[in-house]
């Protein structure tokens, strides 16, 4: 079990670090192909796009294929795709790369989970997940390192590359020693989509998510260009801030896990967004003397959201429609969240705006509680909101 389950990691791990690293490379890419704040955030767009689309697909692969094949596919994918990304050369060939790398990297998240969630006891769905939400904690820490390294020696390019080939070498020990599961998904039906949009439960999750991967994942990749051009700092100096303020995730992660299985994942989720909105707003008033300190509290605590989201959204449906929950949810959160944010965000500061934007969003993150609520119904084991709920 432990095997596999590392081999899940690792390949998440890429998954993420190929998409996350656009956002320390950002100023790196906008200055080499002499783009715009606008144009580089649209880069996202494109990458977030392509990961909506396969993502709400996901249930036709898996069902025909089998989750196991499914994430051995999107590995693939990743590794091909970014090994292209390394090569563009014009901001409509990244915008077409990152919209490849989007569609390889979809399938993957909705299948391990379900996976997951299977071969797992669900009172120890919070630190099983906690174990798999290091790869995206630990991939948000290697990014800015990782560009730092390579800058000092290498381009942009090298490390895309680089990454490319990693990928290829995790499919081929996830090929080996991966999970040995023939389980298969569902995939989205009429009937069976119309039953879950209907509920709203599913509404109240995909809204949240929204909400959680602008916070976390659009904030993350805007965030350089950020600090780099509103705060004034240099590059290398943000680099090594997003690095050292993502070190603590690691640990807080699974402290998570623990409080997730503990008091149930709605608490954990207020606890979470709570703290991460508040302290995205206090981002816009800080100046660069202390504008670490606000970094360091936000980023590590908003990287969290994912695992309480995922174990609320691993309950709303039976075992053979997890796949669908998941992907219905992840969908709307990557295209917005991770894409439409920071795309917003580059417009902001186009016109000179960086500050109010994330006002704007930490508000609507702190407004973002009182959705919490809509995923406590009468039918739903998530009136229980304990350790012993129903899974």
């Keep these: ?43 996202l767009f494109f990458l977030s796009l392509g990961y909506f689309i396969t993502l709400l697909a996901s249930g036709f692969v898996s069902q025909k294929l089998d989750h196991r094949r499914t994430m051995l596919i999107s590995c693939l994918g990743v590794g091909v795709a970014t090994l292209g990304l390394s090569v563009a050369d014009s901001l409509w060939s990244m915008r077409l ?37 290091t790869a995206p904690n630990a991939a948000m820490l290697v990014a800015p390192l990782s560009v730092e390294f390579f800058f000092a020696f290498l381009s942009w390019r090298s490390l895309l590359l680089a990454y490319g080939l990693l990928s ?28 879950l949009l209907t509920k709203p439960q ?3 999750m995909c809204s949240l998510f929204v909400l959680g991967a602008s916070v976390s994942l659009g904030v993350y990749t805007i965030l350089p260009l950020y600090l780099v051009s509103a705060k004034e700092m240099a590059i290398s100096q943000v680099n090594y801030l997003i690095f050292y303020c993502r070190i603590p995730s690691l640990i807080i992660v699974f402290g998570v896990g623990w409080v997730n299985d503990r008091l149930g994942p709605m608490r954990t989720l207020a ?17 660069a003397s202390w504008v670490w ?27 053979s429609q997890r796949n669908l929950v998941v992907s219905i949810c992840s969908a709307g959160g990557i295209l917005f969240g991770a894409g439409v944010t920071p795309a917003f965000v580059g417009w902001m500061g186009t016109k000179g705006q960086f500050d109010l934007a994330f006002i704007l969003l930490g508000l609507a993150i702190l407004l973002g509680l009182l959705l919490l609520p809509l995923l406590r119904t009468k039918e739903d084991p998530l009136k229980d909101d304990s350790a012993g709920a129903a899974c």
């Design 1 to 43: 079990m432990l095997i596999p389950l590392i081999l899940m990691v690792g390949v998440f791990f890429l998954n993420f670090l190929s998409r996350v690293v656009m956002g320390p490379l950002l100023p790196l890419i906008e200055m080499d192909l002499h783009l715009t704040h606008s144009q580089a955030g649209s880069l």
């Design 97 to 133: 790369g990152l919209f490849g790398l989007g569609m390889a990297a979809g399938p993957y998240l909705p299948s391990a989970i379900a996976v997951l969630t299977h071969i797992i006891p669900c009172k120890y769905w919070g630190r099983a997940l906690a174990i798999h939400e």
């Design 293 to 319: 300190i606000v970094v360091c509290v936000q980023s590590p605590v908003a990287g969290c959201f994912f695992l309480p989201a995922l174990s609320a959204a691993a309950r709303m449906g039976p075992p």
């Design 271 to 287: 606890i979470v967004m709570g703290i991460a909105g508040a302290f995205l707003a206090l981002l816009a008033l800080a100046d």
């Design 202 to 204: 599913i509404f109240g």
């Design 168 to 195: 290829l070498c995790v499919f081929v020990g996830f090929l080996r020693w991966g999970p040995q599961t023939d389980l298969k998904g569902q995939a989205p039906s009429p009937r069976v989509m119309a039953g």
